[in-house]
Structures are given as C-alpha cells and as structure tokens.
C-alpha cells in the first residue's frame, strides 16, 4: 500500500467470499505489517547481536571466521583475530556494580570500533570477552599496529573519562594462516596469546608463540587449584618480628602467606598472588588470612601487634569495613593491635573511595600502614590526605642502602618526612650490620628482616608472644658499633 505521501507501507490482504444480502461478494481485510516487520527485525538483530553493546555476537563472529578462511586461501593472503580481555573487569562489577560495569562494556565496544574499518568485524564473545576479524592483512605487522591503535584510544579514552572505572584491555593476536588453517584453531590461539599479554603485565598486545600453549594451561591449573586451596587446607602463615631499633623491643609480626601445594611444593607468592587478584579469589584468600591472623593474635598474652597485607580488591570492596568488625568481634582482637597494611598502588584507583574506606578503619580502632613507600606510585599528597599510623620503606631500597648514594639519599629523606609528619619509619628487608649501622645512624624507627628473624611458624616464637615465657634474650648487632647486644623481650 501507498500512503497519503506515496510511502510504501506493508500490508497483508485477505481475499474471502461471501454471501452478503442473497448475492455473492468479496471481502478484503487488510493489515498493517509495519509492526511485525519491526519485531521480526529486532528478534533477527537479537539473534546475531549482543543485546546489551549492539555488537555481533559469538554466532555471527563464528559464522564470518568460516565464511573468510575459503577466500583467504583462495588468495594466499593473511587475516587476523584478536581476543581482548577487559583488565580487572571483576573488580568494576564488585566495586561499583553492574551498572557501571555495563556502562564500561558499552564505553568498550564505542571506543574500539571507532578506530576499526569496514574491513574489521568487532564481536562480543560473551561476558568481557571481546574479538575482532581483520581481514586481507598485507602482513602480520599491519596486525600489531591495528592492537596499538585500540590500545592508545582507550587511553585517550581513559584521559577524558570522568568516571572511576578505567577502561583497559588486554589484546592477543592469531594470524592466518601461520597460526591455524581453521576458525576454531585462530581463536583458541588468539585465547592464549592474550594469556600471555595478561601475564606480561595487562594493557599491552601479544601474537601467539609456540610455548604459550604450555604456560597458559599451567596458569589456568594455577587458578583452579586457587580457588579449592582454603577448603583443602593448603595456605598457612609465616610470621616475621618487627623491632624497635633503638631498643630492640619486638614491636610486633607481620603475617605472611604461604601456600604449600600438593604437587607443586612451596608456590612463591608472587606467583599465586597477581593469579588471585586477576581471577577474584584475593578475596577470599583475604579474608582468610585475615581471620587467621587475628584469631591467633588474640591468644598471644604478650599485647603486641600483628599486620596483614590488604590487596586493592579488599580496600575498594564496601564490605570491607564490615569484615574487618566482624572478624575483630569474632577473634576478641584489640583494634589497636591490628595493623593493616597498604600499598599505594591500591589508593590510585579511587582514591576517594579506599580513603573513606580507611576512616572507617581508624575510626574502628585499627592501625593503617603505608606499605613499599617509594615504589609504585610514590605521592606526598597522600600522606597528607590521610594520617597514617607507619611509613614501611620497601626492602629494594634497604637492600642497596649502603652502595648506592642515590638510593640513600632517597631512604633519608623517607625518615625526615617520616620525623617530619611525627610518623615511625620502618625499614624492610634488613640483613646485613652494614644495612643496620646506615639505619641507625639515620635514626630510624623499625626494622624488619632476616637480621630481626625470617617468617616462620608462629609456634617458634611463643617466647615473644607469650609474656609469662618472654625471658629468652635475643641478639642482633647494634648500629653503631656491629657488635651483638644482648635483648631481654618483657611483655608490655
């Protein structure tokens, strides 16, 4: 049908015949399809499409990875898939909900296709999986400039959001037909080369290399075997003193992770942990270690305190005052001898949000340390927006304090701003008498490290946390003069 504009309209007509007042007659009835025809649009865009970015989804993404391998063979030329991953998206949708993480995808999807050309298919797998065909490459370096430019516009796009959640992604690389002669086999190879940009730090793009297949399966073992080790019993702690420099009393310990794998042995942490914090688990882990802590604390008769490491995850995470509460109400732990120790790092993110978190903190009567001060993302300001209870001074620094000027240099003025501020200094990873003379001359407050006591059992310290049993003497050599004193360790 026309209208009154001469617009066509679809229509359906139905011819009947009928018996109206003795004679016969036709009648017609006609329907408007405009209506239909939009649903079943929609229903056929819904069946290719991803509802939420608008993107292809996996389907039509599978079915163009086919319908290009034939006439890429044909023409002996090379096509790329990438596999993009959203870095820390799980964080986002713990942190600040769905809806934000929803808004990031979409934010996702505008801003990598607004660099892509008609040549290049972007789909959404699934989740904060994306993928993307590149087709008639004349090389595969045509492939990495294609990852720099998603790459650089999501930091441009990073550069003007107002919002907290950042937008970084993760990118790996398969070409045709040197990686893999079928669709099933470039995305699997694309999978594992994006593994490896995710191991080698986030942010950044990678092709597939031969010996990715290996590792990327022992990574994802690593996780599965992460996410049972509580229930089976395999983490433990190893707990290291913390001293006084001027009068060698034992302020304190600081809990260690340590997770002792059935097949694996000994799992270094800084192996488990960055596998734990990309796959969600560091919260639970946290927590464990947390509880852990406390409850052994708390039957220490000799008042001293204890620290846990807090990752960015358990800062940014609402609830995380709340478990703190409930675990010090649980245990019977004194507030005031629990000290929790922070990175930098995790106040970047947002930093509004972890400072009112660490408020809440304070205000329960925890302790808060500044953790690896001088690495990462180093600021005075946040010294200055936040009263710290301790300035830890990463054990790179300590290590090399005595050779290199420089980085002595830098170590001073940690203390002055430390003496400045009226905060204690303490210095980790002490081992040597000539690290401990430097630092006692540039009057430190703390020290921590192998020349204090190295991690272990809890049970091998009971003559510090036990004041009935605190009679032991302990020696380590004092700063001035590199002789050994003798310490006698009174419960407080």
Known sequence: MRDVNGQFIPAEFILRSIDFAGQPHHAIAVRDLRDRRKAEEHIHFLAHHDALTGLPNRNSFNARLDKEI??????????????????????????????????????????????????????????????????????????????????????????????????????????FPNDARDGRGLLTHADTALYRAKTDGRGVYRFLEAAMGVEVRDRRMLEHDLRTAIARQEFELAYQPQARLDTREITGFEALLRWRHPQRGQVSPAVFIPVAEESGTIQQIGEWVLREACAEASGWTNPIGVAVNVSAMQLHNPQFTQLVHRILVETGLNPARLELEITETALVRDLN???????????????????????????????????????????????????????????????????????????????????????????????????????????????????????????????HTGDCVALKVVGR
């Open 353 to 479: 949000r972890a400072l009112t978190t660490l408020r809440q903190l304070k205000a329960l009567g925890v302790r808060i340390a500044m953790d690896d001060f001088g690495t990462g993302y180093s600021s005075l300001s946040n010294l200055r927006a936040f009263p710290f209870d301790k300035i830890k001074i990463d054990a790179s620094f300590i290590k090399v304090v005595d050779t290199n000027e420089q980085v002595a240099t830098i170590v001073r003025a940690v203390l002055g701003i430390g003496r400045g501020l009226k905060l204690p200094v303490l210095a980790e990873g002490v081992e040597t008498r000539e690290e401990l003379r430097f630092l006692g001359t540039e009057r430190c407050d703390q020290i921590q490290g192998y020349l204090v006591g190295k991690p272990a059992d809890i049970a091998g310290f009971r003559y510090l946390t036990h004041a009935v049993e605190s009679q032991r003497d302990l020696e380590f050599p004092l700063p």
């Open 70 to 175: 034939e006439p890429h063979q044909a023409s002996a030329q090379s096509f790329a898939v990438f596999c993009l991953d959203l870095d820390r998206f799980k964080e986002v949708n713990d942190l600040f909900g769905h809806a934000a993480g929803d808004a990031l995808l979409k934010r996702i999807a505008k801003c990598v296709t607004s660099v892509l050309d008609r040549n290049q298919m972007m789909a959404r797998l699934g989740g904060d999986e994306f993928a993307i065909i590149a087709t008639n490459l004349s090389s595969p370096s045509v492939a990495g400039r294609i990852a720099e430019n998603i790459i650089e516009a999501l930091r441009i796009e990073n550069e003007s959001s107002t919002t907290a959640s950042f937008v970084s992604t993760s990118i790996g690389v398969a070409i």
